[in-house]
């Protein structure tokens, strides 16, 4: 077995952006992108929808990872 990358990056555009520059090395490469929680009132279901928009437009890797890092554990928003 090879190895993996695993880039630990937020994911804001220009994160985004700098990881789909590794197209070369997509076979080796699995991102953990965190998922950075929205500005206090913006709507978290339009952020999120934005979130993925973006991750999709820059990534087409196979396998790529998301942390939900301030999330509630099967909840539907941020922690308080």
């Given at each position: 077995?090879?190895?993996?990358?695993?880039?630990?990056?937020?994911?804001h555009?220009?994160?985004?952006?700098?990881?789909?520059?590794?197209?070369?090395?997509?076979?080796?490469?699995?991102?953990?992108?965190?998922?950075?929680?929205?500005?206090?009132?913006?709507?978290?279901?339009?952020?999120?929808?934005?979130?993925?928009e973006?991750?999709?437009?820059?990534?087409?890797?196979?396998?790529?990872?998301?942390?939900?890092?301030?999330?509630?554990?099967?909840?539907?928003?941020?922690?308080?």
């Amino acid at each position: 077995m090879g190895f993996s990358y695993v880039p630990i990056v937020k994911g804001h555009d220009n994160d985004l952006r700098a990881l789909s520059l590794l197209r070369r090395a997509w076979s080796t490469t699995k991102p953990l992108i965190e998922y950075t929680l929205p500005k206090i009132g913006t709507d978290v279901n339009t952020d999120l929808a934005s979130f993925i928009e973006r991750a999709r437009r820059f990534l087409s890797m196979n396998e790529t990872f998301v942390d939900f890092y301030g999330f509630h554990p099967g909840g539907s928003g941020p922690r308080s």
